[in-house]
Nanobody
Framework: QVQLVESGGGLVQAGGSLRLSCAASGRILSIIDMAWYRQAPGKQRELVAG???????NYADSVKGRFTISRDNAKNTLYLQMNSLKPEDTAVYYC??????????????WGQGTQVTVSS
């Protein structure tokens, strides 16, 4: 069993910053890739930023230059540093990971989500 738990969401004014964390725990053998998604009310869930096992990153055009994804491999923790936040960044942010467990299975897991609200 593998769990992903996000933290760090909250209410911030436009132009402010937040850092989200996603801690992976359980019977983890290796983490293949991880990403942050978000879902705003009435909209589909969208990819915000991804980080693969080689360290390559990709970002949604709407967050390029403002958000940075990173990972602490020793802690099995994924981060999303969000700067220059805008009201349109308001959403529930979800952590996603393709993780191989100790039985050798590689499955994709989701966290429970953390709310980010940006006021104008």
């Amino acid at each position: 069993q593998v769990q992903l738990v996000e933290s760090g969401g909250g209410l911030v004014q436009a132009g402010g910053s937040l850092r989200l964390s996603c801690a992976a725990s359980g019977r983890i053998l290796s983490i293949i890739d991880m990403a942050w998604y978000r879902q705003a009310p009435g909209k589909q869930r969208e990819l915000v930023a991804g980080l693969d096992s080689a360290g390559s990153t990709n970002y949604a055009d709407s967050v390029k230059g403002r958000f940075t994804i990173s990972r602490d491999n020793a802690k099995n923790t994924l981060y999303l540093q969000m700067n220059s936040l805008k009201p349109e960044d308001t959403a529930v942010y979800y952590c996603n990971g393709l993780i191989r467990d100790r039985s050798g299975r590689a499955l994709r897991y989701w966290g429970q989500g953390t709310q980010v609200t940006v006021s104008s």
